[in-house]
């Protein structure tokens, strides 16, 4: 399995997957480890490359004509363990539908770098939303 | 400041401060760092050692008489930067009140290892309470 070559390339790899939908993009941005967590907006807590992947499966099955970006990252990071703090701006139509609060922590391995945690909970008092012309 | 020697030792101390209600422990827990990233379940992002530390000041002089566990801890970790994601279960009485999924970061400065990031959400399916005669 393939992994990226920076954090950042993992990370802009995980919202191209999910904003394509993209399965097979996904599952190479994840880390096959077993301890891999992920935690939807309001979900419970996903163990392992199984429960993480099927997770994604249903969520990718239901994009369409969404754009997601990724905004205020903030980084935190050391050598092979990288965390970015982000907004998860979703807007359909033009129209900013949702703001996610999201973890992301990407870890290199021998393979490249990979996401081993995605945490994210709805974001209750998000900044205005970005003007729509400044998607594209 | 004064860190702790292990990311373990300073997850211990940040759940010993919140339980406390003790903000001298909680203020040596998190690191002294721009960067540092807090949301509380349901909340905003926080950012900065001044930001992160009222909050938490709000939080500790309403607790009483709570008690806190931290179970079902997933380590992922490397070198100088280690991420725990585990349940935060609070008790009053005896009687389990709620459930958090958190996402706690923790790094070794020179001074040694210090919290960097908490992500805290409501879990929405916990497992069955622990027995209250387990938790002393």
Redesign the interface.
């Known amino acids: 399995m393939a992994g990226y070559e920076s954090a950042q390339a993992a990370e802009q790899a995980f919202y191209q997957a999910f904003e394509a939908g993209s399965m097979s993009l996904m599952t190479s941005v994840w880390a096959d480890d077993p ?3 992920c ?1 939807h ?5 996903l ?1 392992g490359r199984e429960a993480v992947l099927e997770s994604w499966a249903e969520i990718l099955a239901a994009m369409q004509d969404v754009v997601i970006r990724a905004t ?1 990252v ?10 970015h ?1 982000v ?1 998860e701006q979703l807007f359909v139509d033009g129209q900013r539908r949702g703001v996610i ?1 999201a ?1 992301n ?1 990407y ?2 391995t021998a393979e490249g770098w990979q996401m ?2 995605h ?1 994210g ?5 998000p900044p205005p939303a970005l003007e729509s012309a400044g998607l594209h």
Chains 1, 2 share one sequence.
């Open positions: 301890d891999i967590v935690v907006p309001g979900g419970e807590r163990q205020d903030v980084v935190l990071g050391h050598g092979q363990l990288v965390l703090h907004r609060l973890t922590a870890r290199q081993v945690l945490h909970a709805p974001d209750p008092s």
